[in-house]
């Protein structure tokens, strides 16, 4: 926490209340939407999917609605306050089986929009706060490590989330003397909807888990099936609302923290008002020209993590429902005497409890390299975490090839269903991996936005990177309806594809996000240009953007900035013989020129300098022989 602005932990506190009503939500939505309207997985996937599309879709919306007003702190506050109408809206308890499916289906999808609609003021908006804490130059040199610790407070909340819900679901299940069972809701909605007639070894089983449901041991006869399975779900559902309201809870004290912090933030319209002299015209058209180049590469980044969101966001969708159905969930039972920790949903804290864990140890490497002058850039580590999340899909792919698909399993009994589930260390191990891909790439990106994105475009910037998770989470459905329709390898296989795929794309255009990242800080001067200190140079003065070089008169046909990378410093004061003389400036143009293929940046492609560039390349290269020789 050493050098980082005060306002990080405040902002992380709020944010960490709103993501642990948040990952109660995520823990058991898609579990919420099977058990309370008997949707299949492929049709409560469309839900999901357009939900948590909606979530980061909408964070472009609350981008915009920022940037417009300027009031980047009232737009916070009002998305605490909606996300808490939203979580009401379905916290509110309603029979189960519901009496008109339409209705009730459309009333938790209007909430769940809701919720989407205050995330998106909420979420990319606070990290734009957060972004602005380190244009102070004090704070610069510490952005990635800021953001590193601010993802690892949020996810704090995230640990503790599902344990809460699986907590108050369990307890409301125990004050009506049910136990709990994950299959035991899509069972009882088949008997309701096809009684007798269910498809292979379903009645067998929906009887053998009935008469186990009871706390009590009573049992359950064949006339009582139908009162049963009405009254096991209707409780079971209840307590999935009273988990919401748990949520609604934690809004509020995230609202609270927030606005007791609420002037340690920084202000966007107050830095916007004192702003520095106006610009040249020129200067204005360079600036254009460089905010395009920026755009291009955050929307190249853009592209590439779709793919890593349609693949790490399954956590919530078709990993959830593979812990349900092919995990051993009896050996997690925690009993807490007014409740038990058991449930499916316990797998949703594992990922939090990583991120919380690991954060320091990531830090601390990338420290480490920084300290051996091994400086990874975050492209790079985003390419390299790209191929961690193939690896993650590569391990579960390997424990599922002796499993059976989705259809085969409805007709297995109870007991042969028992004897193939694998060990819950399996999902750890998944999360494990998952989880360090995800630290080399959500912190990071947001730390690259932050670093690339034009200052006026701070919020529009943090909606688009959360827009492209919104087109990942989008294709989410894809998961649930290979889960479905394909052997139980071949639907981790894809995500392998996907996310092996996107790793080779990132590290083709890794250079040239590199040169992105480092042209941020490169200097908007006319008539300037960046050479090596050590070319006698005695008119030049400091550069501020690139340490270790000087600036020096333009060479003929020059008029534009040109940043030197240090890499190429050595071999220009080499060839530099003097910066008073024309010939001086036509060794740093010829130097320039030829290492500009390598990374330079250069401008003013005129004719003329097309021309010369020939010419200079190869005085430069007879220059170097005689040199060596």
């Known amino acids: 926490m050493k050098g980082q602005p005060k306002g990080l932990i405040a902002a992380a506190l709020a944010n960490m209340g709103e993501r642990f009503g948040f990952y109660i939500m995520m823990a058991i939505l898609t579990l919420f939407i099977s058990a309370k309207f008997g949707l299949n997985e492929t049709t409560a996937g469309y839900i999901y999917s357009g939900f948590y599309a909606s979530i980061y879709l909408l964070a472009l919306v609350g981008g915009i609605i920022a940037d417009k007003t300027r009031n980047y702190k009232g737009t916070i506050m009002w998305g605490l306050v909606v996300m808490s109408l939203g979580y009401l809206i379905i916290a509110i308890p309603t029979p189960t089986p519901v009496s008109s499916l339409p209705l009730y289906l459309t009333l938790t999808c209007v909430g769940l929009l809701v919720i989407a609609f205050g995330n998106g003021l909420f979420k990319g908006n606070l990290q734009a706060l957060v972004g602005q804490m380190y244009d102070n130059k004090e704070f610069s040199a510490k952005r990635e490590s800021g953001f590193q610790i601010f993802y690892m407070f949020i996810n704090i909340g995230g640990f503790f989330a599902p344990f809460v819900a699986i907590g108050v679901?369990?307890?409301?299940?125990?004050?009506?003397?049910?136990?709990?069972?994950?299959?035991?809701?899509?069972?009882?909605?088949?008997?309701?909807?096809?009684?007798?007639?269910?498809?292979?070894?379903?009645?067998?089983?929906?009887?053998?888990?009935?008469?186990?449901?009871?706390?009590?041991?009573?049992?359950?006869?064949?006339?009582?099936?139908?009162?049963?399975?009405?009254?096991?779900?209707?409780?079971?559902?209840?307590?999935?609302?009273?988990?919401?309201?748990?949520?609604?809870?934690?809004?509020?004290?995230?609202?609270?923290?927030?606005?007791?912090?609420?002037?340690?933030?920084?202000?966007?319209?107050?830095?916007?008002?004192?702003?520095?002299?106006?610009?040249?015209?020129?200067?204005?058209?360079?600036?254009?020209?460089?905010?395009?180049?920026?755009?291009?590469?955050?929307?190249?980044?853009?592209?590439?993590?779709?793919?890593?969101?349609?693949?790490?966001?399954?956590?919530?969708?078709?990993?959830?429902?593979?812990a349900r159905d092919y995990v051993n969930l009896d050996v997690i039972n925690i009993n807490l005497g007014f409740t038990t920790i058991k449930g499916a949903e316990i797998f949703q804290s594992v990922n939090p409890f990583f991120v919380v864990t690991l954060t320091p140890l990531i830090m601390w490497f990338f420290g480490w390299l920084r300290k051996r002058n091994i400086e990874v850039s975050t492209p790079m580590k985003i390419a390299i975490g790209m191929g961690i999340a193939a690896t993650a899909y590569l391990f579960l792919m390997f424990f599922s090839f002796a499993l059976p698909d989705k259809a085969a399993l409805a007709g297995m009994k109870a007991d042969q269903v028992q004897s193939i589930l694998v060990t819950p260390w399996v999902m750890v191990g998944l999360y494990f991996i998952l989880t360090v891909a995800e630290l080399f790439i959500s912190p990071l990106g947001l730390a690259f936005v932050s670093k690339v994105a034009p200052p006026h475009m701070q919020g529009l910037m943090q909606g688009f990177w959360l827009a492209a998770t919104a087109v990942g989470n989008a294709l989410l459905f894809v998961g649930g309806w290979l889960y479905m329709h394909t052997p139980m390898w071949a639907t981790w296989c894809v995500f392998v594809a996907a996310c092996g795929m996107s790793m080779l794309v990132m590290l083709s255009m890794v250079r040239w996000l590199e040169r992105r990242e480092r042209g941020r800080g490169c200097p908007v001067r006319l008539s300037m240009v960046c050479v090596p200190c050590c070319a006698r140079d005695p008119a030049g003065m400091s550069c501020c953007a690139c340490p270790g070089t000087r600036s020096a008169l333009p060479p003929p046909g020059l008029s534009r900035p040109v940043c030197v990378p240090a890499v190429f410093q050595a071999l220009l004061g080499i060839l530099s013989l003097s910066a008073r003389t024309e010939a001086g400036h036509l060794a740093h143009c010829s130097s320039l020129l030829l290492c500009s293929p390598f990374g330079v940046l250069f401008a003013d492609e005129t004719e003329e300098n097309r021309k010369l560039f020939w010419f200079h390349k190869f005085s430069f290269y007879i220059c170097l022989r005689i040199r060596n020789i």
């Not at 008997?191 to 186990?212: F, P, Q």
């Open 169 to 322: 679901r369990n307890w409301w299940l125990k004050v009506n003397n049910f136990d709990y069972n994950a299959k035991l809701p899509e069972l009882c909605h088949e008997y309701l909807a096809k009684g007798e007639h269910m498809a292979g070894e379903g009645l067998a089983n929906l009887t053998s888990y009935a008469n186990s449901a009871y706390l009590d041991g009573t049992p359950v006869s064949a006339a009582g099936l139908h009162d049963f399975c009405n009254g096991y779900l209707d409780v079971f559902n209840r307590g999935f609302h009273y988990a919401f309201i748990a949520a609604i809870v934690m809004m509020l004290v995230s609202l609270v923290i927030y606005l007791s912090n609420k002037r340690r933030f920084p202000d966007p319209s107050k830095k916007a008002a004192a702003g520095g002299v106006k610009a040249s015209a020129e200067e204005i058209t360079m600036s254009a020209q460089e905010i395009r180049q920026r755009i291009y590469a955050l929307f190249a980044v853009f592209g590439v993590v779709i793919f890593f969101w349609v693949s790490f966001h399954q956590n919530g969708y078709s990993l959830t429902y593979f």
